[in-house]
Each structure stands twice: as C-alpha cells, then as structure tokens.
C-alpha cells in the first residue's frame, strides 16, 4: 500500500528531529499499524482503545476510510464503519453520507451513528428515511443521529415516529431526540407522555421536555429529585444530560452538598457537560480530599471525562496544593 510506505519513510530517520517528533513519528506509525490492523479483522475495541490513548484519531480514520471500497468482505465492513464511528473525524464525513444507503443493515447503522456523531445536516433526510426500517436497532441509531443533528425540522417527524413505535426503548431515544431538536411546538406532544404508564416513555419524554426548556419537564424532574430513593434521584438527574449548565444549575448545583456522594459526582460531570469548567476543578479537588473507597464515585468520573494525570496535576498546582 502507499501509505505503508509512506510510513516506512518517515519513521527509519531516527537520527533527524527533537524527541517530540520522533515521538509523534512512532505514534502515527502504530497508528496506521492498528488501523491495518481493523481492516485485517482484529479486534476492534483494544485496537481503537489504543489509537485513542495516542491520540491518532485522523491518521488512523483517514487509512481505514481509503480501505474501505477495497474491503473483502461485510464483515470487515462492518467493523472498519463502526471504527470510523467510533473515532468521530470529520474526514469520514463522505463516507458515512453515503454508508446511511448501504445494502447492508449494519454499515447503515454505524454509518447513522457516525453522521450523528459528527453532526452532519446533509444525512438528515436520509436519517429520516431509516425511521420506517425493520430493524429496531437501525430506527434507534437513526433517531439518536437525528437529535444529535439539533436541527427544528425534524422534531416533528420524531413525534410522529414515536407515536406509531413499537418498541419501549427505540420509542424513548426518539422522544428525547425530538426535545434535542429544539422545535417548542413539539412541548404537547412529549408532556402526554408524562401521564403513561411506561416509566421508560415518562423518563424520555421529561427529557426531551427538559431539553426543550419546558417547564413541565422541570417540574417533574424536581419533584423526582425529591425522592428519598436515590435511583429515584439518579434517574431524575439524567433528565439534564445534554442541557446547558445555566439552565440546569438551580436544580442541579444544590446536589453538590447531597450526602450521596455518588449524586454530587454525577452531578458534577452533567454542569461540566453543560458548559460549567470549573466542575472538573471540583472533581479534582473532592477526589483528593476524599479517603480511600469515598474517591471511587469522583475517580468514576473523572474516568469518564479522561482527564490525563497531567491535568489533574495541573490543577492541584493551580490551587496551590502540590508543588
């Protein structure tokens, strides 16, 4: 292949250039090695767990996008589209556009989840059509792309869709789906479904609710918050994911100072993903403050977020903690 020797080029001159670009010469070098590796049948999640810890997202995404129409057979498809999926480059944007109409239920999933991933406007007609298909999996991957899209027009075709939806759990990605895409007119909707009895339709249509600034959404979120279960409390804070810190703080903040100290936590991690920076520093800072097992619920997040000890060191000297 060209690119193989292209890496071979580049990573024989070792003499040539500081450490850092050696460094990142190696880097690009496995890289392309483990993307080879995808497209050869290897196993996916170690492989792509290593391309991310070295940060090689686009060298890795570039070489399995140019393997792709060379691929010998679907089941290498699958994989190399779920890889692109995975690694969210903007360069597959193509790729992905024209994997939503593939012959094959599997590359159009993960071709759907990666056009969600990476926002693109121009798969939403396509992502639409995919509401109608046979496979439950292919309707919940096409819906949750359609949110992600946070384009008006489509909240009504969400409505509809999960009106005449069959099953509970693709049901509730398109209610949440249809409150990401910020059409207010679709509020009645989603609040009939706060009177069901389907606990999974009243969760997601509260989010959606919630997403679309409602205040019947809050409202119930509130009154869940209140409980003295605290799955009961931790559901109702998952009504704030993907909502701005702004608009989520006078429910969510008063959490930080919750006795669970697995709520805080999580509390925490959705004002951070809501726009809030200085919730890392809280998390840090509770982290190394807590003792033994009471740092499981920051460490937890502080996983998720993959902060790099780097970071974290960072901040403990901005604070004036570590030296």
């Known amino acids: ?6 890496v071979l080029l580049v990573a024989v001159p070792a003499g040539a250039g500081t450490s850092d670009t050696l460094r990142t010469i190696n880097q690009r070098a496995e890289a392309e090695r483990l993307a080879r590796s995808i497209a050869d049948g290897a196993p996916l999640n170690q492989a792509l767990n290593r391309i991310h810890f070295l940060g090689q997202e686009h060298v890795a995404a570039v070489l399995l996008g140019q393997s792709f129409a060379t691929l010998p057979s679907i089941e290498r498809r699958r994989d190399v589209m779920q890889a692109l999926a995975e690694l969210r480059d903007p360069e597959s944007g193509p790729l992905m556009l024209s994997g939503v109409g593939d012959p094959d239920t599997a590359v159009r999933l993960w071709a759907a989840t990666g056009a969600g991933r990476l926002r693109l406007v121009a798969a939403g007609p396509a992502l639409a059509g995919l509401l109608v298909e046979t496979s439950p999996g292919l309707r919940r991957e096409a819906a949750r792309a359609l949110g992600l899209l946070r384009q008006p027009k489509y909240g009504a075709v969400l409505a509809r869709a999960a009106a005449a939806e069959g099953d509970p759990e693709v049901r509730a990605v ?12 679709q509020v009645p909707a989603l609040e009939a479904y706060l009177a069901q ?49 702004k608009a989520a703080a006078p429910l969510v903040a008063p959490l930080l100072d919750d006795d669970d100290r697995r709520l805080a936590a999580q509390a925490a991690r959705v004002l951070y993903d809501g726009g809030d920076r200085t919730k890392l520093e809280w998390l840090v800072l509770q982290s190394y403050q807590a003792q033994g097992e009471a740092r499981l619920p920051y460490e937890e997040v502080l996983e998720r977020l993959r902060l790099t000890d780097e970071q974290r060191a960072a901040i403990l000297r901005q604070k004036g903690i570590v030296r």
Do not use: I, N
């Not at 398109?174 to 007119?185: E, I, K, N």
């Not at 009243?202 to 959404?217: D, E, I, P």
């Open 174 to 185: 398109m209610l949440v789906a249809c409150g990401q895409c910020g059409d207010r007119r």
């Open 1 to 6: 292949m060209r690119w193989l020797a292209l």
């Open 197 to 245: 009895s389907s606990e999974s339709a009243r969760q997601a249509a509260a989010q959606g609710l919630v997403l679309l600034g409602a205040s019947q959404g809050f409202a119930y979120a509130k009154a869940r918050l209140a409980s003295s279960d605290r799955y009961e409390r931790l559901a109702a804070l998952a009504l704030f994911e993907g909502v701005g810190a």
